[in-house]
Structures are given as structure tokens and as C-alpha cells.
């Protein structure tokens, strides 16, 4: 679904990620680890369109992600940063309604559909009964799951997610990655996230992306192979 060939990531003359070359597939809960300062967002924001390479590409099923429309690729893939969002008086179903924009016409008008996939968004994350709540009203767990739901709203066969457990007390980390391991499989979609949170990507994530100095390594959770390279990685045991 998302292939990187020869993808090279950094800043300047810095290079964090070197020639990577390797493919994500979709109906995957997948964990993107590595030490701090290696490039998980970096990276996260040049898969999704935001940022360019300093080399190679990244394509969608065989289309470079960087030479499709912002209109196509709002319809490809939906980013959720870490960044906390506390709008007053913002309802969270509107919150989710923005995930329509790429599909609203102009003046963001939503039809009965939308409306509809607005409202599935949010029976998806267990947060009907939030619809109405204003957004500043949540804690951080109700609000990372509404702005899931917004993600979810934008129909993408991709969604990536900076470090969703980021402020998050533990039963809502766990909670929260639950939920993602449950979009995956259940909705199909490939599932990209960063986090630091190394027992729970072993645990829930079906494949880790491993930032192993300039190296990116994928390989399934269950790969022993993998496992001492982490704890090589990050010099554990």
C-alpha cells in the first residue's frame, strides 16, 4: 500500500533516515519506534505529503504521494499530530465534520451522508454520547479519541498518528492503542504510529518500524530477530 523506495529523511545536511526501502501494508497496526531525535515525526511528515525527502519517494499503490493534489491526498491519508487541541465551544461532532472537508462543497456544506459517516466515526471510537460535548470540556484520552474520529470521518485508507498516547495517564495509552490495533484490522486500513511506549507497541502493534540509527527496519512484532535489535537499539536488558 505505502512504499518507500530509497527514502532518505533529515533536515539540511543532516540525515536522519538513509536510502530506506521497504513496503506497508494495509489492514496493519504498525509502531514506529526509535530513540528521541531519530525521526519518527520527521518521517511520519514526509509519508504524509507535508514534508519532502531529501531523496527517493514515497507512493501510494505505485502514485508518488508528493505529486498528488492536497485534495487527493487529504483523500489517502489522515495525520494526527501530538499536538493538543482545545477549541471553546467547538462541539465535537463539528470537530469530526471537519474530516468531510475534502468531500463537502465549497462553503463545507455536509449532506446527509456526511452526516452519517460523521456519526459512524464516532460509534467507531465509543464516543456518541460526546457528540454535543464542546471539545474543551474532554479529558486528554476523549480527546485523542475525537480527533480519531475525525481521522476516521476522512475516509483514508491511511491514517498516521504522532505519539497518540503523548499525555495520556496508562489505561488510556492502552485503551487508546487498543482502539487503534481494533481500526486496523476491523476497518482495513493501514495504521501508522510513533510512540515511546515500547510495551505496548510489543504487545498490541502487528509489525515495528524501527529507527536503528539511520537504518529503518521493519519487521512483525513477534520477530525475535527484531526484539534483540530493539534492545540492542535502546541498550535494554
Known sequence: MIRLE???VGHGDRTLIDAADLTLEGGRLVALIGRNGTGKSSLL???GGIDRPLGGGVSFDGKDIHAMSPLER???????TTQRVRIANLRCRDVVGMGRTPYTDWIGRMTESDREIVADAL???DMTAYADRALDTLSDGECQRIMTAR????QTPVILLDEPTSFLDIPARH???RLLQ????????LVLFSTHELDLALELADDILLIDSTRLVLDATDSSSLRERIFQ???LG
Open 6 to 8: 530509497k527514502l532518505s
Open 45 to 47: 511528515r514526509v509519508i
Open 74 to 80: 487529504a483523500r489517502t491519508i489522515a495525520f494526527v
Open 123 to 125: 460509534r467507531l471510537v
Open 151 to 154: 481521522a476516521l470521518a476522512q
Open 175 to 177: 485503551a487508546t492503542c
Open 182 to 189: 481494533r481500526l486496523a484490522h476491523e476497518e482495513r486500513k
Open 233 to 235: 537499539c535502546f541498550e
